[in-house]
C-alpha cells in the first residue's frame, strides 16, 4: 500500500470539515426539534430537513433514530458545561442564577422530551440513563467547583445537590408558564441558603 501524499491529506481535510458541519448541523437540528415537537413529532426526516442535508446523510452519521436524539442532547449538553466551565470567578448569586439557566432553555426542554421518551421505549431507557448520570455528575462536579465549596463538611454536597434539584423543578414549571418572576424570588432564597451553608 502507497504512502499518503499530501495531496492525499488536502483532499481528505476539506471532506472531513464538511462532515464534522454536517454532524454539528444535524445535531443542533435535532435538539431545536425535539425541543419544539417532542419526540412524536421528530423523525430523522424532519431533522434532515431543518439541517438541510439529506435523510441518507443523516443515516451515515446517525443510523438509528436513537443515535441522533441521545447524540445531540449529549452534544449541546457538553456546550452548556463547557459554557459553565468557562465563567470568570465572579459571586455566588451570579454562580446559582447561571445553574437555575441551565435546567430552563431548550436543552433541558428537549432532554425533558427524551427522558418521557426513554420510559416508554425500551431502546432509549437504557442510554438516556446512562447519558442522564454522566451529565449529573459533570454539573455537579462543576457546581462544586464554581461556588469553591468543600463537600467534606456536612451537609456542603446534599445542599449542591438540592440547589441542582431545585434548578430541575424550576425548569419544569417554566415548561408550561413563564415563570420568571416567581423564579427570581427563589433563586434569590437558594442563594442566601448556598452562601449560609458554605460560609459555616
Known sequence: ????????????????DRSRVTRQRLLEAA????????????????????????????????????????????YVAEQRSTALRELPAQDRASVVAALVDL???????????????????????????????????????????LLGADESRPGVRETIQGLLDMARGLGLANLLTDDGVRRERVVAQW??????ALEN
Open 103 to 145: 435546567y430552563t432553555g431548550p436543552l433541558f426542554r428537549a432532554a425533558l422530551h427524551l427522558w418521557v421518551a426513554a420510559s416508554n421505549e425500551p431502546q432509549l431507557g437504557s442510554r438516556v440513563t446512562e447519558l442522564e448520570a454522566r451529565v449529573g455528575r459533570e454539573t455537579h462536579r462543576i457546581a462544586v467547583q
Open 191 to 196: 442563594t442566601v441558603l448556598v452562601e449560609g
Open 1 to 16: 500500500m502507497g504512502a499518503v501524499t499530501a495531496a492525499d491529506r488536502a483532499d481528505r481535510s476539506p471532506k472531513q
Open 31 to 74: 435538539v431545536a426539534c425535539l425541543a419544539e415537537s417532542g419526540w412524536a413529532g421528530s423523525t430523522v426526516s424532519v431533522v434532515a430537513e431543518r439541517a438541510g442535508v439529506s435523510r441518507g446523510a443523516a443515516q451515515h452519521h446517525f443510523p438509528t433514530r436513537e443515535d441522533l436524539f441521545t447524540a445531540a442532547v449529549e
